[in-house]
Each structure stands twice: as structure tokens, then as C-alpha cells.
């Protein structure tokens, strides 16, 4: 290796180790901050009559900052050069997601947390003076991190940001530097006190065939649901710019009506992310039997009308609970089946096999494994080529169904 190479690549290991701790720190703020502010709303629950005005104060954000036009997709696009990202989009989503959080918006956090990385990836090339190769690379690396620190699963960020962007295809430059992103930063979040996300999973069958065909029954469900949510998604989004074209106009009916079923049915569960619903399962095996489809309608409508922060969290919700109600249909434990059913879930709307069954590995702590991979590759054969972001390529690599 001549001189020059390898300054270059001691470089380039120095600006990994930089986007590590950046993304760890924005992270871990931003992952704070929504802690911080459903904790507010807890205790006042008259902040979600705000909901509207947080809309609209979010979609002015977009708006001041030129960056209304952008969101997950445009990352995801951004790592194949098709769309150029602003470093502004980071700070838009921040304030935005948090707003909607505080507010009661039916959102979760993936959506923001890869685009915090996307854009402070960018925000950091230009510092470096990278090329538009390196560049890429920064944007799966800034994807990874802030995944790992708001969830606190370095493996599965870094697979998931590998994965999801072209079904079938890894770009293996990006392998290293996002493992090494993914790690740095997720420790970065624990230096500063941040939360991962753990779940309890104590009764776990052991392996039969009784057990075996009840878990194919819950995958067969699970991408069912995931294929109905990201449809629902997606017309709930056409079909509300087709209503009220002014953005301002529509996410301020959207959040009124957000506000009105929220009244309507009497529970605040189904506002923000709802991590609180999904530990009560593993914790008490408590849930309501119809709390997945309140949480698909709530999240189309939120994620329809503007609301930004994500529909992973939500995913989870609904596969928990999902997963709960079909577990007593079928007789497993509530947890286990809830288990089972949020990695499915999970995998039918990314289209990320590996990612999920390493998601549910790091969430539960490596218990129930072996059904939960089966779940998860059952799941992923029958969901198709649908999927929560539009720029997700699938060709050629997925059945059509």
C-alpha cells in the first residue's frame, strides 16, 4: 500500500470514528428529547388539543428550511446519487418529530432517525471534503448510527441501513464502515446515558411441532398486516393531499380528527409511539384485543396528513398486540407470540429479512430465536414487494403477490 492510499484510508477510519460519536450524540438527544416530551404530555393530557398548531408549525419548519420535499425516501435515494440531501433536513425532522410527539401524533422514531443520520452524514461529508463515493458510504454509516442510538441495537442498524435500500443487494463498501459507525455510536449513546430497548421474553416453548405450525400461522398473519398497513399508508396519504391540497390545511384537519378519535374511544394509548402498550404486554401480559387496528388507523392518519417521526415503533405496536391477541387464540404464551409477530412485522414492511431476526436477537436479548427466524423468513416470502418507503428497490429479488 503506497503513501498516499493509505492516508487515504487512515482518513477515512478517523471520519468513521467522527460520524460514530456525531451520531451517537444526535441520537441520544433526539431519542431524550422524545422521552422528554411524552413525559410532558403525560402529565397534561390537554396538549394533544395542540396537535393541529404542531402540524402546522411543523410543516412551516419544512418550509423555512427548503427542505419540504424530503424524507426517508430521498435518503434512501441518496445513496444511490439520485437525490441530493441537505444537511438542513436534520434539523427540520428534529423539531418536527418532537413536536409530534408531544403532541400525540401517532408516529415513532426511524423515520427521523434516519434522516438525522442521512443528513448529518452529508453535513460531515462537505466538512471532510469527501467524493461522491465516500459520500455515499458516510450516508449508510450515518443511517446505522443513529438507528443503533435511538434503539440501542448496533447489529441490526447496521444491517438494517445495508438492507433496506436494495432488496437482494449489499454494497459491500459500506459493510466495515457501518458496523464500525453502528458500534461507536451506539456506544457513544451509552457514555451519555441513553435507554436501549429491552424486552422481557421469560416463557419461550420449547421446540415441537405444535409450536412450530402456530408460529407459521402468526407469520402468515403478520405479513397480511404488513402488506394492509403499508397500503394503508399509502392511499391515506394520496387520498388526503387529493382532499386538501394545502399541506397547512391537512395536517391541521389531520390532527383534529387524530384528536376527535382519541376522544372517541377514550385511551391515550394510541397517541405517539406507544413503547408504553408494547412493555405492558411483556411485563403483565396486558393488552385490548383491537389495539393493532386502532394503532394501523391512527398511524394513517398521522403519517397521511404530514406528521413526521416514523412507522417502525408503530410497526412494533401493532405486531405486539397483534401477536398478544393471536397467542391466545392459539395458546402460546402472550409474550413469546407477541414476540414472534413484531419480528415478522417488522420484516414483512422493510423487506429486511436479516435485519429483523437481529432486531428481535438484540430487543429480546437472543431468546426465542429459533421460532422467531422462523417467523421472519415465513413473513418475509409471503409479504411481497411492498414496503414502508417507496425508494426501496425489490425487483428481482421478491415474489409479486
Not at 422521552?35 to 410532558?40: E, G, K, P
Not at 427542505?67 to 436534520?90: D, F, Q, R, Y
Request: a positive charge.
Amino acid at each position: 500500500m503506497n503513501r498516499t492510499k493509505l492516508t487515504s484510508t487512515v482518513k477515512l477510519f478517523m471520519v468513521y470514528i467522527v460520524t460514530g460519536v456525531v451520531c451517537g450524540f444526535v441520537g441520544t438527544v433526539f431519542s431524550k428529547g422524545v422521552s422528554f416530551v411524552t413525559n410532558i404530555r403525560g402529565e397534561n393530557e390537554w396538549i394533544l388539543f395542540l396537535l393541529p398548531l404542531a402540524g402546522i408549525a411543523s410543516v412551516a419548519i419544512y418550509r423555512l428550511l427548503k427542505v419540504a420535499h424530503m424524507g426517508t425516501n430521498e435518503v434512501i435515494e441518496s445513496t444511490g446519487n439520485k437525490t441530493v440531501l441537505s444537511s438542513k433536513l436534520a434539523p427540520a425532522v428534529f423539531c418536527a418529530s418532537l413536536l409530534s410527539h408531544l403532541c400525540g401524533a401517532s408516529v415513532g422514531r426511524e423515520g427521523a432517525a434516519l434522516q438525522l443520520g442521512g443528513s448529518s452524514a452529508i453535513f460531515l461529508s462537505k466538512r471532510f471534503k469527501l467524493t461522491k463515493e465516500e459520500e455515499k458510504t458516510l450516508i449508510y454509516c450515518g443511517m446505522a448510527g443513529v438507528f443503533s442510538s435511538v434503539f440501542g441495537t448496533p447489529f441490526a442498524a447496521a444491517v438494517f441501513a445495508l438492507e433496506v435500500v436494495f432488496v437482494g443487494h449489499v454494497y459491500f463498501r459500506a459493510i466495515a464502515p457501518a458496523f464500525i459507525t453502528s458500534q461507536i455510536s451506539y456506544y457513544t449513546a451509552v457514555l451519555l446515558g441513553a435507554h436501549a430497548e429491552r424486552f422481557a421474553l421469560t416463557e419461550i416453548p420449547t421446540v415441537n411441532f405444535s409450536v412450530i405450525w402456530k408460529t407459521l400461522v402468526i407469520s402468515v398473519f403478520a405479513a397480511a398486516i404488513g402488506v394492509i398497513f403499508c397500503l394503508s399508508l399509502r392511499h391515506a396519504e394520496k387520498l388526503l393531499e387529493r382532499l386538501f391540497k394545502n399541506p397547512y390545511l391537512r395536517i391541521a384537519i389531520g390532527g383534529s380528527v387524530i384528536v376527535l378519535f382519541t376522544m372517541l374511544i377514550g385511551s391515550y394509548d394510541y397517541n405517539g409511539a406507544g413503547v408504553q402498550v408494547i412493555e405492558r404486554i411483556f411485563n403483565d401480559n396486558e393488552f385490548v384485543p383491537l389495539s393493532f387496528a386502532f394503532k394501523i388507523l391512527f398511524t394513517c392518519l398521522a403519517v397521511g396528513a404530514g406528521f413526521k417521526g416514523g412507522e417502525i415503533v408503530p410497526t412494533l405496536f401493532i405486531g405486539a398486540t397483534f401477536g398478544a391477541l393471536a397467542g391466545t387464540w392459539l395458546g402460546l404464551p402472550v409474550a413469546f407470540s407477541a414476540a414472534l409477530c413484531m419480528a415478522a412485522l417488522f420484516c414483512s414492511v422493510t423487506n429486511c429479512p436479516f435485519a429483523s431476526i437481529l432486531l428481535a436477537a438484540e430487543l429480546f436479548s437472543g431468546k426465542g430465536i429459533v421460532y422467531i427466524s422462523i417467523a421472519v423468513i415465513i413473513s418475509y416470502l409471503l409479504s411481497g414487494r411492498i414496503s414502508l418507503y417507496t425508494a426501496q428497490k425489490t425487483d428481482g429479488f421478491k415474489n409479486r403477490f
